[in-house]
């Protein structure tokens, strides 16, 4: 089955470390993007990209860092530069034919102890 | 960024009744806006879209209005279900594919 898969789905860091979330597609999509989601809020963008080994920032990419080496990959990495972690991370891709409809990953709950 | 928020935070409605969840967005050159829903613990979902040159669009149990003039955007759910109640978000495309989420209705159904 075609999907979007984050892993793992639940994440406990440590402070000052460094963590990846995993997000794999097999939809062939060439966009995908990262968003935080925080209780009772919405989602916020943190990266986006377009197409392999290239990506932009969205409106929260500081303390984050992605890379896009594969089409069907798009690791985020929460650094420890980012001082408020804990959230809800979603990935999500899209497809040129459908380009309105984003896939969206399970999510990845990190926890900062 | 761009504004996209919601009228209402939570919103219940008994079941087999209509549900109407609203939103309003702050971006003119927007494209499309879509409506997702999220259960608890998952990824949103897709649910309907609509171009910016329509005021209304239908899918399965589902209708979305789109008012230009004031900047508004609703979803309408008939007969609303138990398997209905989740999280709504609308949201709007934006230049370079970007997507801007609202902050999310919560839809209880009361059985």
């Known amino acids: 089955d075609g999907g979007i898969t984050q892993s793992p789905k639940y994440l406990f860091r440590k402070e000052g470390q460094n963590v990846t979330l995993s997000c794999e597609q097999n939809l062939n999509h060439d966009a995908m993007y990262w968003y935080r989601q925080d209780p009772g809020q919405g989602l916020r963008l943190i990266y986006y990209s377009q197409i392999v080994n290239d990506f932009q920032k969205g409106d929260i990419a500081e303390g984050y860092s992605v890379s896009r080496e594969k089409k069907e990959s798009f690791p985020l990495t929460v650094t420890s530069a980012q001082k408020n972690p804990t959230a809800f991370y979603l990935c999500?891709?899209?497809?040129?034919?459908?380009?309105?409809?984003?896939?969206f990953g399970q999510g990845t709950r990190l926890t900062v102890v | 960024g761009e504004s996209v928020g919601l009228h209402l935070p939570t919103l219940s409605v008994q079941e087999g009744d209509n549900s109407i969840i609203n939103c309003a967005y702050s971006n003119s050159a927007s494209d499309y806006f879509i409506w997702y829903k999220q259960e608890s613990g998952k990824g949103p979902q897709f649910i309907i879209d609509i171009r910016s040159n329509m005021d209304k669009r239908q899918g399965q149990r589902v209708t979305v209005l789109l008012n230009k003039t004031v900047k508004h955007l609703s979803l309408q759910i008939a007969a609303t279900q138990p398997g209905d109640s989740a999280v709504y978000f609308c949201a709007e495309k934006a230049d370079f594919n970007k997507f801007y989420f609202g902050s999310g209705t919560k839809l209880n159904v009361k059985p």
């Open positions: 999500a891709s899209i497809g040129h034919l459908t380009f309105t409809e984003a896939f």
